[in-house]
């Protein structure tokens, strides 16, 4: 089973400030790679896939970029409502597995 | 408007049984693999199961194998998750999800949820 770890835990940015999130495959998953955001009591939302590409209706502030072991989630400009836990999920291997998330509080 | 509906959770005794259905709108139910994933309080994701279009391939991550039975309905646009021998580690937000594109088993949308609680 692949572990996907995320870092750090928790984030605080400001708002208009940059976030940058990290999500570490422990084997190569190639370009196979998921983002969600969790807003609390709501359930995920797809922002990513293919390790890069934004979702349909997705602001262009969020990108992902990355490819084998190591990605990245950037929000650019950190906007209020992006107050959420962030999680990567690979889909490369079977079973299919997420991180643990990534925790961003607006400071 | 793609729409998940979760139903039948609730509060289940250590050893007990129970039946999530997840009502599909909005989408070719019969075209598309579905999941379920859950979510045990105050902790991330984690998937259970999910099923090819046509019922032919279902898989599940190991914790759950030989008690957890995923199944689909295409006439009623309906997923299921037949849950047996349930325990306390099983107490979580039940997810249905919606794949995306083939196997390749990530989610475009979810539902709200449903909470699944293992108590005596």
């Known amino acids: 089973e692949i572990v996907m770890t995320q870092s750090p835990a928790t984030l605080s940015v400001s708002p208009g400030e940059r976030a940058t999130l990290s999500c570490r495959a422990s084997?190569?998953?190639?370009?196979?790679l998921v983002w969600y955001q969790q807003k609390p009591g709501q359930a995920p939302r797809l922002l990513i896939y293919?390790?890069?590409t934004r979702a349909t209706g997705i602001p262009a502030r969020f990108s992902g970029s990355g490819s084998g072991t190591e990605f990245t989630l950037t929000i650019s400009s950190l906007q209020s409502e992006d107050l959420a836990v962030y999680y990567c999920q690979q889909y490369n291997i079977w079973p299919r597995t997420f991180g643990q998330g990534t925790k961003v509080e607006i400071k | 408007e793609v729409q998940l509906v979760e139903s039948g959770g609730g509060l289940v005794q250590p050893g007990g049984s129970l039946r999530l259905s997840c009502a599909a709108s909005?989408?070719?139910?019969?075209?598309?693999?579905m999941s379920w994933v859950r979510q045990a309080p105050g902790k991330g994701l984690e998937w259970v199961a999910n099923i090819k279009q046509d019922g032919g391939e279902k898989y599940y991550v190991g914790s759950v194998k030989g008690r957890f039975t995923i199944s689909g309905d295409n006439a009623k646009n309906s997923l299921y998750l037949q849950m047996e021998s349930l325990r306390a580690e099983d107490t979580a937000v039940y997810y249905c999800?919606?794949?995306?594109?083939?196997?390749?088993?990530?989610?475009?949308?979810w539902g709200q949820g449903t909470l699944v609680t293992v108590s005596s």
């Open positions: 084997q190569s998953v190639s370009s196979s």
């Open positions: 293919g390790a890069s």
């Open positions: 999800a919606k794949s995306q594109v083939g196997a390749t088993n990530y989610f475009d949308y």
């Open positions: 909005g989408f070719i139910f019969s075209g598309y693999w």
